[in-house]
């Protein structure tokens, strides 16, 4: 009996290669940013297996199947590029490509921003910004999909996919609780902010009824805002822990206590942030903190961008993610 030839995959292509998957992948995307020494060793791995590009895509894939605008505010702050290098990545592999839009996080999305880029011809808005009822309309009108990343706007033709932050607030105070904390200390980002708010809500809904006196100070999302925060939390007496409502502010808290303080962390006092940048498993700072699963958010978003395209009865659909407790050495 003749045996089968097992059809090459592009895993099969990266382990010869020596290259990651995404590698292969973007080796085979026209346009795709890929050094030449990489291309080679990836093509002739590819020839060796006789592995066809078009094998990595489901039938439902063409390259540059649509183009998908990302709104993101603040792309300044390190969190944002690591999301969209996800949201690239998950995006490229299905064949989309991306249009870059930034804005304010307190600024709410005019109709008017997507006028200029309807002869773009978009399938998808993902926004982590919060849209107006007219901007949502004029999408609708225009059938463009708009998800809400990392928040949800609760908006009846708007899908999401975002972090359970309240949960994760929620794990960050239990963990205090269970250290036996009895004064601690919150820094908070800028008013009307979604993800900080439901963060805060999460962490106070948690102690309010425990014995643990709670004092909040605004750090605005900013190294400078937690660097100033921690400088007034400090001035009350007995303060042992400090949740920080994402990691750059927690930088700026870490900073200040090693350079302006005698305080010993984790022993004296604890500090724990939100995000899990990078950053935050540098060795200057070691930071324990709540991940958020943005490859995991990043594939369902692209998820639904397809369930959309494929399904005119799509229903918008809302998912929320568990974060995950990283445990470094700002904690006991």
């Known amino acids: 009996m003749k045996k089968t030839k097992k059809i090459a995959t592009s895993l099969d292509v990266a382990k010869l290669a020596g290259v990651s998957q995404s ?35 489901s039938n439902s894939e063409v390259e540059d199947s649509g183009l998908v605008g990302v709104i993101l505010p603040y792309i300044t702050n390190r969190y944002y590029p690591e999301v969209l290098t996800e949201l690239h990545e998950a995006l490229r592999l299905r064949g989309y490509r991306i249009l870059l839009i930034t804005t304010d996080d307190s600024e709410e999305l005019d109709e008017k921003l997507i006028q200029p880029y309807l002869k773009e011809k ?28 990392n928040r949800n706007f609760k908006i009846p033709t708007t899908s999401s996919v975002s972090c359970d932050h309240r949960s994760g607030g929620e794990n960050v105070a239990k963990h205090f609780h269970q250290n036996k904390h009895k004064v601690v200390g919150l820094i908070e980002g800028m008013k009307g902010s979604f993800v900080s708010e439901e963060r805060s809500r999460g962490f106070k809904n948690y102690i309010k009824n425990l014995k643990i006196k709670l004092f909040i100070e605004k750090g605005n999302f900013t190294y400078e805002g937690g660097y100033q925060a921690t400088e007034k939390l400090l001035q009350i007496k007995n303060i042992t822990a400090i949740f920080c409502a994402d990691d750059t502010m927690a930088f700026g808290c870490l900073d200040f206590i090693k350079q302006k303080t005698k305080v010993k962390i984790p022993n004296q ?54 974060g995950k407790f990283i445990k470094r050495k700002t904690s006991k």
């Open 122 to 149: 978009l399938i998808a808005i993902i926004t982590a910004t919060k849209p107006t009822d007219k901007f949502v309309e004029s999408c609708n009108d225009q059938k463009i999909q708009v998800i809400a990343y």
């Open 269 to 322: 006092i604890e500090i724990i942030g939100y995000d899990d940048m990078l950053m935050a498993n540098w060795a200057s700072y070691n930071l324990t903190t709540i991940r958020q699963p943005i490859r995991q958010m990043s594939k369902l978003t692209t998820q639904l961008i397809d369930d959309y395209l494929q399904d005119p009865e799509f229903e918008a659909a809302n998912h929320l993610i568990e």
């Open 23 to 57: 590698a292969v992948s973007r080796c085979f995307t026209k346009g795709a940013s890929i050094s030449s020494r990489t291309k080679l060793r990836v093509r002739e791995a590819a020839k060796k297996l006789g592995y066809k590009a078009q094998s990595f895509f």
